[in-house]
């Protein structure tokens, strides 16, 4: 993991002064988190007006692509999120984490809204509480980034959804559950 010193022109280290995960923990523990795909959580970052006072997040495969210090003098990471639709890079306060996230773990994310010292909104992520997991299938959690052709793996995600047997689709799922044999399966 590398280290970085964000700009002032990026806009998203001030908006890391003074946040915690209060609004994400208690909506994650009401179920009120709204779970989307990372194509869906792209087209809400691009216009936060949409939504900024509203919980938004779900469960992603998270990298730590590096940390650093920003203008307020918090420690952050930049975060990779990926899932089967894409991947979003986003920041996070290193306090709001009890331990540190995992590379290549499944975690399940909040994204709230903070107006950094520009006045602009920026999103930041949240890590919530495990207590509160949404679920979603481990081959919806590959990197599609990864993948040489998605559209087998869109397929084999249709299959599997399409099994009437529950056995049967919870026997896959466990399958798929370890990203390492997925990834070769889907490769």
Same mark, same amino acid.
């Given at each position: 993991?590398?280290?970085?010193?964000?700009?002032?022109?990026?806009?998203?280290?001030?908006?890391?002064?003074?946040?915690?995960?209060?609004?994400?923990?208690?909506?994650?523990? +009401?179920?009120?988190? !709204?779970?989307?795909?990372?194509?869906? @959580?792209?087209?809400?970052?691009? =216009?936060? *007006? $949409?939504?900024?006072?509203?919980?938004?997040?779900?469960?992603?495969?998270?990298?730590?692509?590096?940390?650093?210090? +920003?203008?307020?003098? !918090?420690?952050?990471?930049?975060?990779? @999120?990926?899932?089967?639709?894409? =991947?979003? *890079? $986003?920041?996070?306060?290193?306090?709001?984490?009890?331990?540190?996230?995992?590379?290549?773990?499944?975690?399940?994310?909040?994204?709230?809204?903070?107006?950094?010292?520009?006045?602009? @909104?920026?999103?930041?992520?949240?890590?919530?509480?495990?207590?509160?997991?949404?679920?979603?299938?481990?081959?919806?959690?590959l990197p599609a980034e990864e993948i040489p052709q998605p559209e087998n793996l869109t397929r084999l995600l249709e299959l599997v959804e399409s099994l009437s047997t529950p056995?049967?689709?919870?026997?896959?799922?466990?399958?798929?559950?370890?990203?390492?044999?997925?990834?070769?399966?889907?490769?």
């Amino acid at each position: 993991m590398t280290t970085d010193t964000l700009s002032p022109s990026t806009g998203h280290p001030s908006a890391l002064h003074g946040r915690g995960p209060s609004q994400i923990a208690a909506a994650s523990e +009401a179920d009120q988190l !709204e779970s989307l795909t990372i194509s869906e @959580l792209k087209l809400i970052l691009e =216009t936060p *007006e $949409l939504g900024p006072d509203a919980p938004y997040g779900g469960v992603y495969r998270l990298h730590r692509v590096s940390s650093g210090l +920003a203008h307020c003098g !918090e420690r952050f990471y930049r975060l990779r @999120l990926s899932d089967v639709t894409g =991947t979003a *890079e $986003l920041y996070s306060r290193c306090a709001d984490w009890p331990v540190t996230p995992e590379n290549g773990q499944p975690q399940t994310i909040g994204i709230r809204w903070v107006h950094d010292r520009y006045d602009n @909104l920026a999103p930041l992520v949240i890590p919530a509480p495990s207590s509160a997991p949404l679920p979603r299938s481990p081959l919806e959690l590959l990197p599609a980034e990864e993948i040489p052709q998605p559209e087998n793996l869109t397929r084999l995600l249709e299959l599997v959804e399409s099994l009437s047997t529950p056995g049967y689709k919870q026997l896959i799922r466990e399958v798929f559950a370890d990203p390492d044999f997925a990834y070769l399966f889907v490769t």
